[in-house]
């Protein structure tokens, strides 16, 4: 998903192919897709179109689909497609109109967001590799003759059941493979699948590996990006014989770039760290309750690189702490008692004992910052903190928010206790 095209070809509405309208579909990476039509795809004439450009000026119509057969043979549906700078020239036969396109799907024609029609998906996402450490490299050097020898074998899949007939599983494959007589030139890369035993829709099987995207985000610390995403529909025919269609996504996504991303050893945990139970956690992460996915979400923004801390940053921070107190420990306390049954919950954990040893002023400061910056007026007895201290107190408090999250998630005390190292979060 990261090479630009530009396609021509013929756009219909489903079921409406004889109504087809010449244009061009262009993709750039961190840019929005567009399609550009010579002529409008609901067959209004000019005068019609006219007429509605002015009556909804301030309006975007949105088309859900938008079929497609472009000049090199290939079909595509062209999905949520949203109208935006089109334009009717007088001294022109036909309107030019623009559409901005969520995701295209090339390879298969399908009629709704909601149609279900595949039943496997498999992304490479950015820091997936790492984070799973799996390498098909063996090398082994002899000192008595200076020989090496070298081997290369793809590691084994690993398949875990995540929620109903839902599979998650990691394989491996060849990015580059390149073996002449006096060169060997191998790249490994890694992917995720996510399998159903029926079919689906397309928004589905997206809401599944987004869980996942977000999963790695808070293992990584990182902001995780989508680099190549494939839909399948496997299935079995009248005479039993299986076959396979293949469809490629194509959508907005932000151009890979090393500045947010971290390296393996400022990970927060890998897979080989939690392994022996993360088929148990990753089941938990995949059926947590829906009251803490905005928990969930808060805590995910926070550990994505920022360019200049803001008050908000703590703000999000303490109300997601204290919206996950409310719902899932006690109703009825204040504030600075929510933070301190939270410290105690995790009072074995070494981290947290390190940076809350003089619990009573940072409680107080986080009370009262909360109040000040919710409020903007002092309380009597202020123990208010700005700027750099501000953003300290942040940090110590993204660390009880990552506890709660990750306890949620199936995390035992030990555990978050061995993965939780100063200095990374």
Known sequence: MNKPFTLKGY??????????????????????????????????????????????WDKNEIIPVIHGHTSDGKEFSLLNCIDGQSSLNFNAEFPLT????????????????????????????????????TIGFQQSYNFEDSSSNFGFKLPESVSFSISGDYDLSFNSGYEKYNVSRDELNIKQSSFVEIKIGSLVSYRKLGEQIFLFLDFLSLGTLSPIMIETMTVFNEEIDEDGKAYTNTSHVFYKSEQKSAKGLKKDHDFLFNYE???????????????????????????????QPIGTFKTNHFLNIIQALEGFHTRFRNKKMELKERLEDIV?????????????????????????????????????????????????????????????????????????????VSGKL
């Open 98 to 133: 623009s559409y901005i396109v969520n995701a295209a799907i090339q390879g298969i024609l399908i009629t709704d967001y909601q149609e279900p029609v595949f039943n496997k998906i498999r992304v490479k996402l950015t820091q997936l590799h790492e984070w799973l450490g």
């Open 273 to 303: 760290t939690i392994s022996d139970v993360f088929e148990e956690i990753i089941k938990k992460w995949y059926t947590l309750d829906s009251e803490i996915r905005p928990i969930r979400q808060y805590l995910i923004e926070s550990v």
């Open 344 to 420: 105690t919950e995790f009072s074995d954990v070494q981290l947290v004992k390190n940076e809350f040893n003089d619990l009573e002023e940072t409680l107080n400061s986080a009370k009262d910052s909360r109040h000040y910056y919710s409020h903007f007026f002092k309380l009597k007895n202020n123990k208010t903190k700005h700027g750099v201290d501000l953003y300290h107190l942040t940090i110590k408090l993204r660390i009880l928010l990552v506890c709660c999250v990750l306890k949620e998630a199936g995390f035992t005390n030990a555990k978050i206790n061995d993965i939780l």
């Open 11 to 56: 756009w219909f509405l489903p079921n409406q192919e004889e109504q087809k309208i010449a244009g061009i579909l262009s993709f750039e990476p961190g840019e929005n897709m567009r399609l550009e039509l010579f002529g409008a795809i609901s067959q209004k004439s000019p005068e019609e179109y006219l007429r509605l450009i002015a009556e909804n």
